[in-house]
C-alpha cells in the first residue's frame, strides 16, 4: 500500500508546489486558452453534424455530393478566412467598416491565433448553410467559387460591422452575441440569393399549378444523427463566444438547451394546433431554429426568455417553409426557415429580452437596423455575386445530369453502388 501511497502523494505535492510559483494571470490565461480551442472543436464537429443533415435530407444520388460540399467548403473557408477573412473582419477597422490589417496572419499573438482558430469555424458555417439549400442540382466548381467569396468578402465585412469593436454598428450597441445574425442570418440571406439563381430542382413545382412536390431525403436517420451532433457543437459555439473560462458558461449553455428544446416543442404545437404531420424533419429543424434564435441573446436574457425565443422560432418555421414554397423557392433543408428566419426572430428577440431593461425601444430600434444592414448587404451583395458566377461559368449542371445524380456526374463515384447498378440496369 505505502508504494502506492507514497508517489501518488509526491505526486501531488509537485504539482501544488509548482502551482504556487505559477502567476494566477498565467493560470487564467491557460484555461482560457483551454476553453476557447475545446469550444472550437466541439464547433468544428458541427460540420459533420451539418454533412449528415444535408446528406440524409437528399435523394441517395447526390450524397456524395453534398459530403464534398461541407467537406471542402470547410477546408476552403479556413484557408480563406485566415489569409483574408480575418483581417477584414477584425483588423484595424478607422472607418468602421472593414479592417485593413492582420491579413496571412503570421508571428502574431497566441491570443490572435485562438481567435483565427475559433472564428475560422464561424466562417466556414456561415459559409456551410448555403450548401444545404442548392443541394442536389448545383455545379461543384461553381458552389466553391462561391464559398471562398462569401468567406472572404460578404461574412467578414458584415462581422466587422457587429463584432469588430471599431465596427459602426457594434458602436451602436448592437446586441448579438454568438452570431443570430452574423453567422445564421448573413448566411441564410446568402442561401436565399442562391436559391433564387439557381432554382427549384426539376419536379419540385408542378408546372401548371406551381403546386409544391415533396422530393423526400434518401436517410431520416442521417438527419436525426446530424440535428444531436449539430445541437452538441452548439454548446462551444454559444458558451465559447465568452473567450473565457468564466461563470458565465453555466447560463449560456442553459440557455441554449433551454432554446433549441423550446424550439422543437414550438414545431410540435403548431403541427398540432394546424393538423399537421408530426415529421422528424420537422422537429429537428424546429429545434436547429430555436438554437438559431437564442445564439443572439444567449448571454444577455433570463431562461424564461430562452424558452420564448426558442419556442416561436419553432413555431414560425412551417409557415417560413409554406411561404418559400409560394414564391416557388426550393430550399432543400430548410435552410432559410431555420438560419435567416430564426435568425432575424432571435436577433429582435435579444434587444427586446435583454436582463434587466426589457422592451427599450432604443435598443430594439438598433437591433432592427442591424437586421435590416444584413439584408441590404448579404443578400444583394451575394445575388450580385453569384450572378456574376453564373454568367461566367454557370451555377446549375445540365438537366440530365441532374436525373442522372451528382454523385456520379460530378465527381464519378457513388455512395450507394448497389442502388446505382441497379438503376443503370432498368436503362
Known sequence: MKRILLPCVGLALSLISSSAFCADGDVTVNLNATWVVTAAILVFFMQAGFALLEAGSTRAKNSINV????????????????????????????TGWFGSSDFFLDGASDHDYILLLFQSMFAATAATIVSGAIAERTKFVSYM?????????IYPVYGCWAWNT???????????F????????VGGWCA??????????????????????????????????????????????NAGSTLSASEKIGGIALNTQLGGCAGALGTLIYCAIFRKPMLLTACVNGSLGGLVAVTAGCASMDPRYAILTGFVAGFIILPSTRLLESFRIDDVVGAIPVHLVCGIWGTLAAGLFYRGDLFNLGRVSTQLVGIGAAAAWAFFGSLILLHLIHL???????????????DFTEHHEVGYPEFHQLTQSFK
Not at 460540399?69 to 483588423?91: E, I, R, S
Not at 467559387?145 to 468578402?153: H, Q
Request: proline share 2%; hydrophobic share 50%.
Open 67 to 94: 459530403m464534398m460540399k461541407n467537406y471542402m467548403d470547410f477546408c476552403l473557408a479556413t484557408m480563406v478566412f485566415w489569409a483574408v477573412g480575418y483581417g477584414v473582419m477584425f483588423g484595424e477597422a478607422k
Open 145 to 153: 467559387i462561391a464559398a471562398i467569396l462569401i468567406t472572404a468578402i
Open 166 to 176: 471599431s465596427g459602426w454598428l457594434a458602436q451602436k450597441g448592437f446586441v448579438d
Open 178 to 185: 454568438a452570431g443570430s445574425t452574423v453567422v445564421h442570418s
Open 192 to 237: 436565399l440569393a442562391a436559391a433564387i439563381i439557381v432554382g427549384p430542382r426539376l419536379g419540385r413545382f408542378d408546372r401548371d399549378t406551381g403546386q409544391a412536390r415533396e422530393i423526400p431525403g434518401h436517410n431520416l436517420s442521417l438527419v436525426a444523427l446530424g440535428g444531436f451532433i449539430l445541437w452538441m457543437g452548439w454548446f462551444g459555439f
Open 392 to 406: 461566367a461559368i454557370g451555377m446549375r449542371v445540365d438537366t440530365s445530369d441532374e436525373q442522372r445524380g451528382l
